[in-house]
């Protein structure tokens, strides 16, 4: 398989160095969350070093009004980075020659280079991402091995495993010295009290409440910055707070507790979990060219992109405490219904992995345009028979909206009153999916 999607990635990275050879202008699209943005870096800096002009473009969804973006350029050639696998319509309707370089479960047929893990027997959803997909395409064109920690800092914001083609590029980040591995307590450096504070992955029962957090390191006598415990206040840290995610069922979370740990050699920001919390909030912010810009290794945006993460993390910390009041619950999902906030899919997946991981959740944003839904699930939800694309993507159809995803990670669109309609469609799909009967 890994042959397979080598050589697939390769019909890419040909394209690319005849555009590079004949100076054609390319556009480059891309989703505008951490995998989208990582992607998108990887390749235009792939290009920019074959001095091929390009120009890239980051959206929110993949919708008509990017082919008024698309028709409004001169570009010779357009790459589409973490979408366009699901919409094989609305990719035949662009003029230029184009490519796709995503990982969501294909729909219908392309008629474009289209490199997809799900092509060659990959896993979209957990062994590799589109960052991971643009890593392989560049990696082809030239010595772009540096540009593997994009490639897993993507991964990560998607919540991939390190296995799988994933595994493939740690391993030759590894070796080529872009990533440093550690295993340990999966949470920044500083203070006790203001890390817990604004942990959001992990999120305790504390985030956000400094009196609870007060409450939690006087109980275990701790104090002093993260760096400067000894091993037994470390291990005492981390049983109290496994504890807590464990008794709230979130199993799964134990991974985003105690794991592998990296440090990237070429990032402006080496430490993989700071950086991911960046770029995660830029983009939730709408200020996806700030993440682009730190991506593309420019260290002079360093200073307002970490202004704007405190104002994200915030925001986020206030929404859950309002959203945890609100929900509701059905017989095969939990959701709530918030009015014009950012940041549902962060809701969903903080939800269903930290607060109620029994059931899938849903998490429907309101504006007076448009209800935008969020779905997440677990991995033993999936392995159950759960496909959140396939209930989204055929509720929302049915509603007149659009929906796709991944099987646990999953979004939607939606005509505004329409919303009860949905939580039932998707209730009784989860329902038949998890009994069975699809």
């Known amino acids: 398989m890994m042959d397979d999607l080598v050589r697939l990635a390769e019909t890419a990275s040909d394209s690319l160095l005849e555009a590079a050879a004949s100076s ?26 074959l001095d091929v002009p390009f120009h890239i473009t980051l959206v929110s969804r993949f919708e008509e009004s990017v082919l008024d973006v698309i028709r409004s350029s001169a570009a010779d050639l357009v790459v589409l980075c973490d979408m366009g696998s699901g919409q094989p319509e609305l990719v035949g309707r662009i003029d230029e020659e184009v490519i796709v370089l995503d990982h969501h479960r294909p729909v219908g047929e392309h008629r474009c280079i289209h490199v997809n893990p799900h092509l060659v027997g990959l896993d979209g959803s957990f062994e590799l991402s589109a960052s991971g997909v643009a890593y392989f395409v560049a990696r082809a064109m030239g010595e772009n091995v540096d540009l593997s920690s994009l490639a897993i800092l993507g991964a990560l914001g998607d919540k991939q495993s390190m296995r799988g083609a994933n595994g493939f590029i740690l391993e030759e980040a590894s070796l080529s010295g872009a990533v440093e591995r550690d295993h340990g307590l999966m949470l920044p450096d500083g203070e006790l009290e203001s890390v817990l504070f604004r942990s959001l992955d992990p999120y305790f029962e504390f985030s956000g409440d400094s009196e609870m957090v007060d409450e939690f390191l006087s109980q275990l006598n701790l104090s002093g910055r993260i760096s400067a415990l000894d091993y037994g206040s470390l291990r005492r840290l981390a049983s109290a707070l496994a504890l807590m995610l464990l008794r709230r069922g979130a199993v799964e979370a134990i991974d985003s507790l105690i794991g592998e740990k990296y440090r990237f050699a070429h990032e402006v920001i080496p430490d993989a979990i700071e950086l991911l919390s960046i770029v995660k909030a830029c983009g939730m912010l709408e200020e996806p060219g700030l993440a682009l810009s730190l991506c593309l290794r420019d260290d002079s945006v360093l200073e307002d992109a970490r202004t704007l993460e405190e104002k994200g993390r915030e925001r986020v910390l206030d929404t859950l405490k309002m959203a945890r009041r609100a929900v509701s619950e059905r017989e095969n999902l939990r959701y709530v219904i918030l009015s014009d906030v950012k940041g549902t899919g962060v809701i969903a997946d903080t939800m269903v992995r930290y607060v109620f991981p029994e059931k899938p959740f849903l998490v429907l944003n309101q504006t007076p345009e448009i209800v935008k839904v969020s779905a997440r699930g677990t991995r033993r939800q999936v392995s159950e028979g759960l496909d959140l694309a396939i209930a989204l993507r055929d509720a929302a159809t049915l509603l007149g909206g659009v929906g796709g995803g991944h099987n646990i990670a999953s979004g939607a669109s939606i005509p505004p009153g329409t919303e009860e309609e949905m939580i039932e469609l998707v209730n009784e799909a989860i329902g038949r999916q998890l009994r069975g009967r699809e």
């Open 24 to 49: 054609k202008y390319v556009r480059v699209v891309s989703h505008s969350d951490p995998d989208g943005i990582t992607a998108a870096a990887i390749l235009s800096t792939a290009l920019f070093r």
